[in-house]
């Protein structure tokens, strides 16, 4: 079935460093791809989107490219606060109906 | 717009005692679903519902579980008899489906977090 695979955390940055949160998906078709994230304490805020292939998504400054030729949608940030820590969740949409999530990385930035 | 609302949001009950959880979707949107998530891991799908019709649920969802949402309005999942398996984030969601909506965003409230001891 279905499936998302997230590189393995936890990362810890510095303040200000590149962010790169790699995300791989398995589909049938060209499923919309997501990323939310889960603050402390927090539910689930969607981060950003992308529903075709070449498609960018784009928010606070996080970027991620859909790519059909690698089935990836890594996340980027070019420069990193110490408010971007959380837990970062990469999801395709299955069967226009229920989210398949990958199992979550944890980044803590240092100031 | 006051965002999908959960209550509870902690519940602590003893192995074999039932809970009901209540979700509060975003006021226009038909479609409502439920996930958990265990520690340290992903939400994983349970079931969903459009409008009051309820679609379609995951096999996680055992005999123990049922959830209903009456009026299309809020929903409720209840366990039966709980364990301590069932110890979990329950969390709602909820979206808008149209004819020609693609993009399916889910929106989510903050969960209700159940402790069975």
């Known amino acids: 079935g279905n499936s998302v695979t997230q590189m393995e955390g936890p990362v810890t940055l510095s303040e200000e460093a590149f962010l790169t949160i790699n995300c791989t998906y398995t589909?049938?078709?060209?499923?919309?791809l997501f990323w939310y994230v889960q603050y402390p304490g927090e539910g689930l805020q969607l981060l950003l989107k992308a529903t075709k292939a070449d498609d960018k998504g784009s928010n606070k400054g996080f970027e991620a490219t859909y790519r059909k030729e690698t089935t990836s949608f890594h996340l980027e940030k070019g420069s990193v606060q110490v408010s971007d820590s959380a837990v970062y969740f990469c999801?395709?949409?299955?069967?226009?109906?229920?989210?398949?999530f990958g199992q979550g990385t944890r980044l803590t930035i240092n100031p | 717009d006051t965002g999908v609302s959960q209550d509870p949001r902690h519940k602590i009950t003893k192995r074999g005692q039932n809970v009901t959880f209540r979700c509060d979707p975003i006021?226009?949107?038909?479609?409502l679903y439920w996930y958990r998530q265990t520690l340290g891991q992903g939400p994983e799908f349970l079931t969903y519902f459009q409008n009051e019709a309820q679609l379609e649920k995951s096999r996680l969802l055992s005999d123990r579980f049922s959830a209903e949402r009456p009026k299309g309005s809020f929903s409720t999942l209840e366990i039966q008899r709980t364990e301590q398996g069932d110890s979990a984030m329950y969390l709602c969601?909820?979206?808008?489906?149209?004819?020609?909506?693609?993009?399916?965003?889910?929106?989510f409230g903050p969960g209700t977090r159940l402790t069975v001891t």
């Open positions: 969601a909820s979206s808008l489906i149209s004819s020609g909506r693609s993009s399916y965003e889910q929106y």
């Open positions: 589909a049938t078709g060209y499923p919309s």
């Open positions: 999801a395709q949409i299955q069967g226009a109906q229920k989210l398949v």
């Open positions: 006021s226009e949107h038909n479609r």
